[in-house]
């Protein structure tokens, strides 16, 4: 009975985490140590890459990491109005 209660929160929810996610660079790298090959990260792959000059392929996986960030964007959009319209309505 409450999952669909709380399905447009819950939703909201994790398309934020995925954001968060995404752009985290700092605690990955010190919390995990930044152990090359076992604890990477897309943030932290661009830093490795730009550090070998490998710039080509850091410029490569940045506009990947924009890509997803204007998914996740226009998902978190999405979601704003659809719980917006299904709150107007009325619906349950």
Request: charged letters at 15%; glycine letters at 8%; a neutral charge.
């Amino acid at each position: 009975m409450t999952l669909p209660n709380v399905r447009w929160g819950l939703l909201y929810g994790v398309i934020l985490c995925n954001a968060r996610a995404m752009g985290e660079f700092g605690a990955v790298s010190v919390v995990s140590g930044h152990i090359r090959g076992a604890t990477n990260t897309l943030p932290l792959h661009v830093e490795i890459l730009y550090n070998e000059y490998n710039f080509t392929g850091a410029f490569a996986v940045a506009s990947l990491l924009t890509v997803l960030a204007l998914v996740t964007l226009v998902a978190k959009a999405l979601v704003e109005w659809r719980a917006q319209h299904h709150d107007l309505s009325g619906e349950r």
